[in-house]
């Protein structure tokens, strides 16, 4: 707050509508700003936290005409998130997106204004924009939680296994979605080839999700003393089972165990198409 043009009785309102904020007093803590803003017509803080009472009330409207007046005294950064934050509250991405740029375009380290620009393409699967101005996050913030979550589905989606590990070691002490956490550590650990690790994650994710029982049972089974006994001749493992894949017979575990033939050899490429037409083929015989 720029105190030297604010008058000190303005001030003293203003103040008494944050402690009126904390107490939970909401209506009041409107009526101290519209005080405090009659006094001083361009008091910008007491309109942005005006704004924030009526977003925080549910009053959409008149928040965004609040921070519309606050934009016509000055072009603020913040302010601008804030108005950027209320339409993408309402779905309105690509509106919400024109203000988060606006933002950082003021100031380009503002974090916040990253984090929600880098969301909101997220949001719009325009993924490799989001993962620009979510680098600029966790490069201010090493531990942004959020900002780590979405990296490392994006990671995981460009099947750069190395990288989603790098941004969940970074959140792994403070994440709230340990689920989430150890599904992912686990399924790459198993892309990587760390079968052991991939088996101790996914068996972390079973607490919330029995599902990967069957698949838990089927990698600790495939250590690397295991698998030279369980298959033979590999080559020979793979032509049979990809002969098996051409019949209507094929199944799931079958399917499974082709695509981790495929990762012994080191083809990864092969073991996510094989088990990706899978899940396409199921999916069109349902439909």
């Known amino acids: 707050m720029n105190s030297n043009s604010v008058p000190t009785e303005a001030i003293s309102i203003y103040n008494r509508a944050l402690e009126r904020t904390n107490r939970g007093d909401l209506p009041t803590a409107l009526a101290e700003y519209q005080k405090a ?113 979405m990296l490392s589905h994006i990671y995981y989606e460009r099947k750069d296994y190395n990288r989603v590990i790098e941004h969940l070691d970074a959140i792994w002490h403070i994440a709230d979605n340990k689920e989430f956490i150890n599904k992912y550590y686990g399924f790459c650990c198993f892309h990587l080839g760390r079968y052991d690790e991939a088996v101790k994650h996914l068996k972390e994710a079973i607490l919330q999700h029995p599902e990967y029982e069957k698949f838990r049972v089927y990698l600790e089974n495939l250590t690397y003393e295991s698998k030279v006994k369980e298959i033979g001749d590999l080559d020979k493992a793979i032509a049979e089972l990809e002969k098996l894949m051409m019949s209507s017979s094929v199944n799931l575990t079958d399917v499974t165990r082709l695509s981790m033939l495929y990762v012994f050899k080191g083809e990864n490429k092969k073991a996510e198409e094989v088990v990706v037409n899978y899940k396409n083929m199921v999916y069109s015989k349902k439909n």
């Not at 008091?43 to 925080?56: K, T, V, W």
């Not at 919400?96 to 950082?104: E, G, R, V």
């Not at 974090?111 to 620009?132: S, V």
């Open 37 to 149: 803003i009659k006094m001083y017509p361009y008091f910008i803080e007491a309109y942005n936290n005006m704004g924030e009472l009526y977003s925080i009330m549910g009053k959409s409207d008149l928040a965004i005409s609040t921070y519309n007046m606050a934009l016509d005294i000055e072009k603020n950064h913040k302010i601008l998130l804030n108005l950027g934050v209320e339409y993408y509250n309402s779905g309105n991405f690509k509106r919400a997106l024109d203000y988060f740029f606006d933002s950082i375009s003021i100031k380009p380290d503002y974090n916040d204004g990253n984090y929600y620009t880098g969301l909101t393409l997220y949001n719009l699967k325009d993924y490799n924009n989001a993962e620009k101005y979510l680098l600029k996050v966790v490069a201010a913030d090493r531990m942004h939680l959020k900002a780590n979550y």
